[in-house]
T-cell receptor
Framework: DQQVKQNSPSLSVQEGRISILNCDYT??????FLWYKKYPAEGPTFLIS?????DKNEDGRFTVFLNKSAKHLSLHIVPSQPGDSAVYFC???????????FGKGTKLSVKP | ETGVTQTPRHLVMGMTNKKSLKCEQH?????MYWYKQSAKKPLELMFV???????ENNSVPSRFSPECPNSSHLFLHLHTLQPEDSALYLC?????????????FGPGTRLTVL
C-alpha cells in the first residue's frame, strides 16, 4: 500500500496562473517532506522541503504547505511559467537512514 | 565535475549479458542510493549505502548486485536480467546528518533488456 500518494497524474495550467500540486501521506511518523521536479531524460531535482514543525515554507515562486492533521501537503507555484512543465514528485522521510518514500508524481503542463 | 554523475546514460543488454552501472558523487556525502523508476510507478528504493556499508536491501533480486568501494562511488552489477527489469536506474547521494533528508540525483541510466 502506498504511503505517499499523488492522486492527480496530470495538471494543466495557464502561464501566469497558480499551479497547486497535492500530496497525501498515511504514516503520521513522517516528519520531513520534499518536492522534486523531473524533466524527461534527467534525474529528479530537489525543489523545496518542509519539516513537520512548520506549516509553510517559501522559496521564491514555490511554497509548500503542510497540514499534519489531514496528512496532506501541497506545492504552490505562482506565477507558473512554461519552464515549470515537468513531473513533480512528493517524498517523505522513511526512516533514520534518510530513506525517502516517493509518490508516483504529477505531470504539470504550463501552457503559454 | 560536480553533483552526481552516472554512466552509461543508456544501456541495451541481452538477458545473458553481464554489465555494470556506475555512479559517482562529488558532494562529499556519506550515503548513496540506487533507485529504479518504471513507467507509472513511484521511484523504488533498491539499495542504501551509508559510509560504504549497505544498510538497506529492499528485497531486490540477486541478479542485481551493488558495490560501494568508497563513499563517492557506487556500482550496480547486472547479470541474467529479465525484460521487466527495463527501467530508468537512478543513483542519489545525501548527507544523513543534520536532520535534513535531501537526496541529490544523477541523470540516470536508461536500461533496456532484450
Amino acid at each position: 500500500d502506498q504511503q505517499v500518494k499523488q492522486n492527480s497524474p496530470s495538471l494543466s495550467v495557464q502561464e501566469g496562473r497558480i499551479s497547486i500540486l497535492n500530496c497525501d501521506y498515511t504514516n503520521s511518523m513522517f516528519d520531513y517532506f520534499l518536492w522534486y521536479k523531473k524533466y524527461p531524460a534527467e534525474g529528479p531535482t530537489f525543489l523545496i522541503s518542509i519539516s513537520s514543525i512548520k506549516d509553510k515554507n517559501e522559496d521564491g515562486r514555490f511554497t509548500v504547505f503542510l497540514n499534519k492533521s489531514a496528512k496532506h501537503l501541497s506545492l504552490h507555484i505562482v506565477p507558473s511559467q512554461p519552464g515549470d512543465s515537468a513531473v513533480y514528485f512528493c517524498a517523505a522521510n522513511g526512516g533514520s537512514q534518510g530513506n525517502l518514500i516517493f509518490g508516483k508524481g504529477t505531470k504539470l503542463s504550463v501552457k503559454p | 565535475e560536480t553533483g552526481v554523475t552516472q554512466t552509461p546514460r543508456h544501456l541495451v543488454m541481452g538477458m545473458t549479458n553481464k554489465k555494470s552501472l556506475k555512479c559517482e558523487q562529488h558532494l562529499g556525502h556519506n550515503a548513496m542510493y540506487w533507485y529504479k523508476q518504471s513507467a507509472k510507478k513511484p521511484l523504488e528504493l533498491m539499495f542504501v549505502y551509508n559510509f560504504k556499508e549497505q544498510t538497506e536491501n529492499n528485497s531486490v533480486p540477486s541478479r542485481f548486485s551493488p558495490e560501494c568501494p568508497n563513499s563517492s562511488h557506487l556500482f550496480l552489477h547486472l547479470h541474467t536480467l529479465q525484460p521487466e527489469d527495463s527501467a530508468l536506474y537512478l543513483c542519489a547521494s545525501s548527507q544523513t546528518s543534520g536532520g535534513r533528508w535531501e537526496q541529490f540525483f544523477g541523470p540516470g541510466t536508461r536500461l533496456t533488456v532484450l
